[in-house]
C-alpha cells in the first residue's frame, strides 16, 4: 500500500488542496485529448484510489468540463491561470491527481506511457534534443 497525504496548487496559487489517498499508477498519456489539453506531447496523471479533494483555499476557482461523448475524460482546471487540479472521474472510481500539480515529488516514478501509438511525431527529438538549464538565446 502506497497511502500518500499530499497537497498542491495551481500556477497562480489561488487554488490550494490536499489529498490523503492510496497511489496506485503515474503514467504518461500520449492520447490526442491530453495533448490538447495540455498543449504538450503528454499528460503526466497519477491514478489513485478515490479520496476526499480537501480545497484549502481557492474553491471557488476550481472548474470542471466533462468531455461530451462515449469516452470518460475530464479536466479540471483553476479558472484564473489553467493549471490541471485533481478530480474524481465519472463514475467516482478513481482519482486522477496530475503531477505538475503536486507541491513536492510524487512517492511513485511513472510506470506507463499509455496511448503510445497516438504520441506526437516530434515527441521522441524532443527527448534527444539539447539540453540547456533555461532559454536559450
Not at 75 to 90: A, D, R
Request: hydrophobic share 35%.
Amino acid at each position: 500500500m502506497n497511502q500518500s497525504v499530499m497537497t498542491g496548487s495551481c500556477l497562480c496559487k489561488r487554488v490550494k488542496y490536499s489529498i490523503e489517498t492510496e497511489l496506485q499508477e503515474f503514467y504518461f498519456c500520449h492520447c490526442g485529448q491530453c495533448r490538447k489539453v495540455t498543449g504538450s506531447a503528454f499528460a503526466s496523471n497519477i491514478q489513485a484510489k478515490p479520496g476526499e479533494i480537501k480545497w484549502l483555499s481557492g474553491a471557488e476557482h476550481v472548474k470542471r468540463f466533462d468531455y461530451p461523448g462515449d469516452r470518460l475524460f475530464t479536466k479540471v482546471f483553476c479558472s484564473e491561470c489553467g493549471s490541471g487540479l485533481p478530480f474524481l472521474n465519472k463514475s467516482g472510481k478513481k482519482l486522477f491527481i496530475p503531477a505538475g500539480s503536486l507541491d513536492s515529488e510524487p512517492s511513485i516514478l511513472p510506470g506507463h506511457n499509455i496511448f503510445w501509438g497516438d504520441r506526437s511525431s516530434w515527441f521522441e527529438a524532443g527527448l534527444s534534443a539539447p539540453k540547456s538549464e533555461g532559454f536559450v538565446d
